[in-house]
């Protein structure tokens, strides 16, 4: 569900009730889309996240937990000098347009008092944050517009803010069910209700008209045209009672959960539409509920972001590899032939009487085939027939040293490209900046990423694998990247301790600390699920997963980081762990 206008109220009545008055403490800019203020009460602190990304623009408290580059980005510095310390006043909501402005009483650097105002406009991939002045002039925004990007409205420090489009649709803060039902009847198409709702209505998303629809026509779908008496009066009761939710923002957070524990929508009412598939969570809060809905996916989009370069450089590699192995196998088709320019020297070795001075061919009996066939051989007429059969035998030479070398280079290049998809799957399952440090770090000593400079640089604490526990007490550790993968497996677990691997797929060494003792099927069933889970099949249904103990793993001299093999292993078929 995108954050209509309708849940914009009801977060808007939130955050009144806990963050008015309170104080601007610390400003950080996670990434180039959010802002975080750190607001100070006599209640307490709380986080107040504004994000103007395309797929989760919001505004809520949080919980959450954000990495804070190094540098601070330069909106980051001017919201710190010109908002430090100052005070939430008033909360503002036009109408119910999906935006918010925050206006803070602050003291500028005469130390009168000034009013700033924070704008957030939640509008998709158009979302922005502006930062504007007490004569409403833009100071600066997360997103500048200029006339390149729009020829009507332009945010660009300086220009005077102006309002989002408005749509000239039907708010339901100035208007009751008869009005907008009135509208319906009078609608120039006969589209669905849902639809015609949709397009007259403020602040309502799509999960909204549907609701009514579905509650109007007991689950079936209504057309406009086809609206009876009975419709009429179902549609107007669940009409009031929706606008009367809204306006009195006493609706419920509830967070609607698919079959698979995975959050799909949110929303502020009940919703009966997806029927027994999918069920209703309350939660405490608006600004829980958004935490929880956007947590997962920020997360992974912000490190998505931050490991663009490296994503692209892998790729890169990967696809580098694949053309080169692609075309050193088509050549070595080609010396596979190579016998016949063996067979053509040792004829022309044998005819050297028959071949007369000059000529182009010779056509003799091969006697290395059985039946004694036919063969024509090409020559070339200016040089001797010695010297033919010279040249069949440098080709035949030349082909089987290429045979030898190729084999050579193929295994190589397949074995780099095990390893590059072996980082790629780590990046992808990174969850920190940390994380992604390590992958950097490992790729510099790997030389697919230049060493910046030769300035030494504070290192950071290397971090440890992940930590499971199973339901019979065993730990189970996952490395996180290939060096962690290294590091567990050949130094910190045990000769005497289990270790799995996805068979044939890129993934993390997983190991069960034994401590002497013999772990139980259903620890081993959980440590092999783990293995699949922290993989490049965690998507798939069941994933080949080989086992075996520590002593039997090794590491052979010069292979990339992660790379090992190993011997006496048994394999097990196991669903990917579900992790949260």
């Not at 009876?228 to 009672?241: A, C, Q, V």
């Not at 990423?449 to 499971?468: H, I, M, T």
């Amino acid at each position: 569900m995108a954050l209509d206008g309708a849940f914009l109220r009801h977060i808007k009545k939130e955050l009144e009730e806990n963050l008015i008055n309170s104080k601007v403490d610390k400003i950080y800019q996670p990434s180039r889309e959010e802002i975080v203020l750190s607001m100070r009460s006599r209640e307490g602190a709380q986080k107040l996240l504004l994000s103007a990304r395309a797929n989760s623009p919001r505004i809520n408290i949080t919980e959450s937990l954000y990495e804070n580059p190094k540098t601070p980005p330069m909106l980051c510095m001017l919201l710190r000098k010109r908002l430090s310390g100052a005070r939430l006043r008033t909360i503002r909501q036009p109408e119910l347009e999906r935006v918010l402005m925050l206006d803070f009483e602050a003291t500028n650097e005469l130390g009168d008092n000034v009013m700033l105002s924070l704008v957030i406009e939640i509008m998709g991939q158009y979302s922005n944050i502006v930062f504007v002045d007490g004569e409403g002039n833009v100071i600066d925004a997360v997103k500048r517009v200029d006339a390149t990007m729009s020829s009507q409205r332009l945010i660009l420090p300086g220009m005077k803010y102006e309002m989002p489009p408005q749509q000239n649709k039907i708010c339901v803060l100035d208007h009751d069910a008869e009005y907008i039902i009135n509208a319906v009847q009078n609608y120039p198409k006969n589209i669905l209700l849902s639809k015609a709702l949709l397009s007259l209505l403020q602040g309502f998303s799509p999960i909204l008209c549907r609701e009514l629809e579905h509650l109007t026509g007991r689950g079936r779908e209504l057309y406009t045209a086809e609206l009876n008496e009975e419709w009429i009066t179902r549609l107007r009761f669940f009409l009031k009672r929706m606008i009367t939710a809204i306006r009195e923002t006493n609706g419920h957070p509830y967070l609607i959960i698919d079959n698979a524990k995975k959050p799909i929508d949110f929303t502020f009412e009940d919703i009966q539409q997806y029927g027994t598939g999918h069920s209703l969570t309350e939660t405490q809060s608006f600004c829980e509920l958004l935490d929880r809905y956007y947590a997962r996916r920020d997360a992974l989009d912000r490190m998505k972001q931050k490991s663009d370069d490296l994503h692209k450089l892998m790729n890169n590699a990967a696809t580098r590899l694949i053309k080169k192995i692609y075309i050193q196998k088509d050549e070595l088709k080609t010396c596979a032939d190579r016998e016949h320019f063996r067979i053509c020297g040792d004829l022309i070795q044998a005819n050297l009487y028959r071949i007369p001075k000059g000529a182009s061919q010779l056509e003799a009996e091969n006697f290395y085939d059985e039946n004694l066939s036919k063969i024509t051989i090409s020559l070339n007429p200016a040089i001797s027939a010695a010297a033919n059969s010279q040249r069949y035998y440098k080709s035949y030479q030349k082909a089987k040293t290429a045979e030898q070398i190729l084999k050579v280079q193929i295994a190589k290049a397949e074995e780099e490209l095990d390893y590059v998809s072996s980082v790629l799957d780590s990046l992808s399952r990174a969850e920190s900046i940390r994380e992604l440090n390590e992958i950097r770090q490992e790729l510099t000593e790997q030389g697919y990423v230049k060493s910046k400079g030769s300035r030494k640089q504070k290192s950071e604490a290397a971090l440890p694998p992940l930590e499971f526990t199973s339901a019979s007490g065993f730990t189970v550790l996952v490395g996180r990247n290939n060096r962690q993968n290294d590091k567990l497996t050949l130094k910190q677990a045990d000769k005497n301790d289990l270790w799995f691997h996805t068979k044939d797929i890129p993934g993390s060494h997983t190991v069960i600390i034994c401590n002497g003792k013999e772990p139980d099927e259903d620890t081993i069933l959980y440590a092999a699920s783990l293995a699949a889970a922290h993989s490049k099949a965690r998507e798939a249904g069941k994933v080949p997963v080989d086992y075996t103990k520590i002593r039997y793993v090794s590491k052979p001299q010069g292979a990339k980081p992660g790379m090992v093999i190993y011997i006496n292993q048994k394999t097990l078929y196991v669903a990917p762990a579900a992790l949260s």
